[in-house]
């Protein structure tokens, strides 16, 4: 499973993107049979959980910071989970990361995810 995430930018403060993650792979089959979660990891930091999709449903559940601002979702015809950001903040910016894993309907828990993409640079100003 290959996931590629892109839509990372430079941005100002109370500006807004949207992230994708595209999954694909010869083992691939379904969003359906996968949990994805989004993480972000800021310079000198750990990486943090940001939101995760529950495989069943596609209830979403979000990190307290970015509650209200941030919404996930998903393509199931594209294979695609977005990150809609809105109102960004210069302590957004991180290095974003999406996670998958066929196993688990749903975490929070970077250490649960078996497939990550690459990462997109996030970038707020002030």
């Known amino acids: 499973v290959q996931l590629q995430a892109s839509g990372g930018g430079l941005v100002q403060a109370g500006g807004s993107l949207r992230l994708s993650c595209a999954a694909s792979?010869?083992?691939?089959?379904?969003?359906?049979?996968?949990?994805i979660a989004w993480f972000r990891q800021a310079p000198g930091k750990e990486r943090e959980w940001v939101s995760s999709?529950?495989?069943?449903?596609?209830?979403?559940n979000y990190a307290r910071s970015v509650t209200g601002r941030f919404t996930m979702s998903r393509d199931k015809a594209k294979n695609t989970v977005y990150l809609q950001m809105i109102s960004l903040r210069p302590e957004d910016t991180a290095v974003y990361y999406c996670?998958?894993?066929?196993?688990?309907?749903?975490?929070?828990?970077?250490?649960?995810?078996?497939?990550w993409g690459q990462g997109t640079q996030v970038t707020v100003s002030s």
């Open positions: 996670a998958a894993d066929r196993y688990l309907i749903y975490s929070s828990e970077s250490y649960e995810y078996d497939y």
């Open positions: 792979g010869s083992t691939f089959s379904t969003l359906d049979d996968y949990a």
């Open positions: 999709m529950d495989r069943r449903d596609g209830t979403t």
